[in-house]
């Protein structure tokens, strides 16, 4: 009887530390390469289509942050336009004509 006891509360302290063990395994196969003061951040992102999507993200160190406007389909990502981020480019400056409905990039409700 205690030695079944000791089976299972065994098996039980071993079930415990599996997330500890897949956290370490992630950590070094390349989760601990992220460099400090590095993060991707998604400005917007608008449908285009039923699986394509133009998202912005700003990505990059924090003294050389960059934004991208990426094309995103089901088979590729490709990269429409770049700029230094805290900028934004000339041709997205001008304004819509009156009485134009206002684009965003969040879906109204």
């Known amino acids: 009887m205690t030695q079944s006891l000791l089976w299972v509360a065994g098996f039980v302290l071993l079930l415990a530390l599996v997330p500890f063990g897949i956290r370490w395994a992630q950590s ?45 389909t089901q088979q590729t990502i490709s990269c429409l336009h770049s700029f230094p981020a805290g900028t934004v480019p000339a041709h997205a400056t001008h304004t819509a004509p009156p009485g134009a409905p206002a684009i965003s990039g969040s879906p109204s409700p």
């Open 28 to 72: 070094r196969a390349g989760g601990g390469l992220a460099i400090a003061g590095t993060s991707s951040k998604v400005l917007s992102a608008v449908a285009v289509g039923p699986q394509q999507r133009v998202v912005t993200v700003e990505v990059g160190l924090s003294d050389a942050r960059v934004c991208l406007v990426l094309g995103v």
